[in-house]
């Protein structure tokens, strides 16, 4: 990997769909912290990336000032059965940041955001028949898997002290956001006190494109699966307009919450926190 002076001090590794884009403007707003304007470098879950890790990152922090702590956005690195061991290999010292959010919560945003890329060919409640995947799998989704927490969590422990991992929890940026800042930059070693316009605003709204053809393979999806990706691509365009997700069925989502009761609890043992989420 890269010298020490072109390595990140910290990694966001996840979770997708829990806040990370606002997290990613907000940090690039601070004024002691250096990150990339990309999010998601994936430099150790992408094989290509990995490889050339190295200018990757001389490249990613080569404008970074001196003294600033620097970091990257890759919610895909929580996950990833590889990247635990190739962080701890390469970055021994690093900082690295979970946000968890209500699992349902998250599952339900990450569908939504795939079917509005009109990549998913069927409805959410398809993927939510027994027996539910406890851990993501390289070319699945990962809709429920993904927020079964303690077991990434439970790999990363395994490889770094867990004081050098901060836990948050999303719905606290709503609750108290102030707190929520707080313990992030204070984690980092960055001034808690900062308040930018990143740190309110709105990312990843509910949109989709307004224009006929894509509303038709939006509101039906099996439809998705008899188009190219050239042609999905080609109807993404045109204006968005905001879009309001329907309801999920109750007796999915009661499905959902025993299915994720014992993984919630074993979170909160190893938080030592409730994350204050309905059972």
Same mark, same amino acid.
């Given at each position: 990997?890269?010298?020490?002076?072109?390595? &990140? #001090?910290?990694?966001?590794?996840?979770?997708?769909?829990?806040?990370?884009?606002?997290?990613?403007? +907000?940090?690039?707003?601070?004024?002691?912290?250096?990150?990339?304007?990309?999010?998601?470098?994936?430099?150790?879950?992408?094989?290509?990336?990995?490889?050339?890790?190295?200018?990757?990152?001389?490249?990613?922090?080569?404008?970074?000032?001196?003294?600033?702590?620097?970091?990257?956005?890759?919610?895909?690195?929580?996950?990833?059965?590889?990247?635990?061991?190739?962080?701890?290999?390469?970055?021994?010292?690093?900082?690295?940041?979970?946000?968890?959010?209500?699992?349902?919560?998250?599952?339900?945003?990450?569908?939504? #955001?795939?079917?509005?890329?009109?990549?998913?060919?069927? &409805?959410?409640?398809?993927?939510?028949?027994?027996? %539910?995947?406890?851990?993501?799998?390289?070319?699945?989704?990962?809709?429920?898997?993904?927020?079964?927490?303690?077991?990434?969590?439970?790999?990363?422990?395994?490889?770094?002290?867990?004081?050098?991992?901060?836990? %948050?929890?999303?719905?606290?940026?709503?609750? #108290?956001?102030?707190?929520?800042?707080?313990?992030?930059?204070?984690?980092?070693?960055?001034?808690?006190?900062?308040?930018?316009?990143?740190?309110?605003? +709105?990312?990843?709204?509910?949109?989709?494109?307004?224009?006929?053809?894509?509303?038709?393979?939006?509101?039906?999806?099996?439809?998705?699966?008899?188009?190219?990706?050239?042609?999905?691509?080609?109807?993404?365009?045109?204006?968005?307009? #905001?879009?309001?997700? &329907?309801?999920?069925?109750?007796?999915?989502?009661?499905?959902?919450?025993?299915?994720? +009761? &014992?993984?919630?609890?074993?979170?909160?043992?190893?938080?030592?926190?409730?994350?204050?989420?309905?059972?």
């Amino acid at each position: 990997m890269s010298s020490a002076s072109e390595r &990140p #001090d910290f990694l966001v590794i996840g979770s997708q769909k829990a806040g990370t884009t606002t997290v990613h403007h +907000a940090l690039r707003a601070h004024p002691g912290a250096w990150l990339p304007p990309r999010k998601d470098l994936n430099v150790f879950t992408d094989e290509a990336r990995y490889a050339a890790g190295a200018a990757i990152y001389q490249r990613a922090f080569a404008e970074a000032p001196a003294g600033a702590i620097r970091g990257e956005v890759s919610p895909a690195y929580l996950v990833h059965p590889r990247a635990p061991a190739r962080i701890a290999r390469h970055l021994p010292d690093v900082k690295l940041v979970v946000i968890v959010r209500e699992p349902i919560a998250r599952a339900l945003s990450q569908y939504w #955001d795939s079917r509005r890329w009109l990549a998913v060919d069927r &409805p959410f409640e398809a993927f939510v028949r027994p027996p %539910l995947p406890t851990v993501w799998r390289a070319g699945a989704p990962g809709f429920v898997s993904r927020g079964c927490y303690a077991v990434y969590l439970e790999r990363y422990w395994r490889l770094f002290d867990p004081r050098r991992v901060c836990v %948050l929890v999303f719905e606290d940026l709503r609750r #108290d956001p102030a707190a929520f800042w707080g313990r992030l930059f204070g984690f980092l070693g960055l001034e808690p006190a900062v308040e930018t316009p990143a740190m309110q605003a +709105a990312r990843n709204r509910r949109s989709v494109f307004d224009n006929p053809a894509y509303r038709l393979v939006f509101e039906r999806p099996a439809l998705s699966r008899l188009l190219p990706p050239g042609a999905r691509r080609l109807l993404r365009r045109g204006p968005r307009v #905001d879009f309001e997700r &329907p309801p999920l069925d109750p007796a999915v989502r009661a499905a959902l919450v025993r299915f994720y +009761a &014992p993984w919630n609890a074993r979170l909160e043992a190893l938080l030592g926190v409730d994350p204050g989420w309905p059972g």
